[in-house]
């Protein structure tokens, strides 16, 4: 359910924000620009134009990172980029996908990522240590964000039932509770959207190194 209510809620919002554009744009279509530049530049700074025509799939990685975090801070919302298997799933396909890419583009020559410029004996030590360091890469990817967004949802969880806690003694102590939960709260809103921007900047880094290849 949560993985569609991201989907619904990006359509909605894509549609709200395409729907009868005008040169002056409205608040809608001001907020869906910036955040089509923001991501734009994302893919500009760390691939380059040659990254343009993965723009689209960034795009749309970005929004489902992000829409997915955000639908966790809802009310019996679940939050998907904290189930370690589901962005394990993802950051493999993914990183395998990049690998693929830098094949397609640069063939066997790609290979020589791993192997890098050093006399030959030291190559039977470094090789399986540049292979192990590649593929560490889709263990990281995914820990990072889901370690993260665990982190902040344990936080809310011990936050809110403290505050139950207080409140079933004294109702009083209800208003000075609620705004540092609200404050943490909107804490989660940012992390949300920094683990989207991290999880999105680290993918166009490793696409770079398939796309703009260059050996050790």
């Keep these: 359910m949560p993985l569609f209510l991201s989907i619904f809620f990006f359509i909605v919002l894509v549609f709200i924000s ?27 700074q760390q691939i ?20 997915c975090n955000i639908v966790s801070l809802f009310p019996f919302g679940i939050a998907l980029t904290s189930h370690i298997i589901l962005i394990l799933f993802l ?3 993914l990183c395998i996908s990049i690998f693929i890419v830098g094949l397609l583009f640069h063939n066997l020559k790609f ?4 192997i890098p ?23 990281s990817l995914a820990i990072r964000l889901s370690a993260n967004i665990l ?5 809310v969880y011990i936050v809110s039932s403290f505050i139950l806690i207080i409140v079933g003694l004294n109702m009083f102590f209800y208003f000075f509770f609620v705004i ?5 709260l909107l804490l989660e809103v940012v992390v949300a959207f920094l683990q989207a921007y991290v999880f999105t900047t680290l993918l166009c880094i490793y696409l770079n190194d398939s796309i703009n290849f260059s050996s050790h």
């Excluded at 982190?151 to 936080?155: I, N, P, Q």
């Design 18 to 44: 395409k729907f009868k554009c005008k040169i002056v744009p409205c608040s809608w279509q001001y907020f869906f620009e910036i955040f089509y530049l923001f991501i734009l530049n994302i893919v500009k």
């Design 48 to 67: 380059g134009s040659n990254g343009f025509i993965y723009f689209p799939f960034i795009f749309v990685m970005f929004s489902f990172i992000f829409l």
């Design 91 to 93: 950051s493999f396909t």
């Design 111 to 114: 290979l020589q990522i791993f």
């Design 117 to 139: 410029k050093c006399p030959f004996l030291l190559l039977f030590i470094l090789i399986p240590i540049e292979v192990f360091s590649y593929l560490i890469r889709m263990f």
């Design 151 to 155: 982190a902040g949802h344990t936080l």
């Design 180 to 184: 540092p939960l609200l404050l943490i």
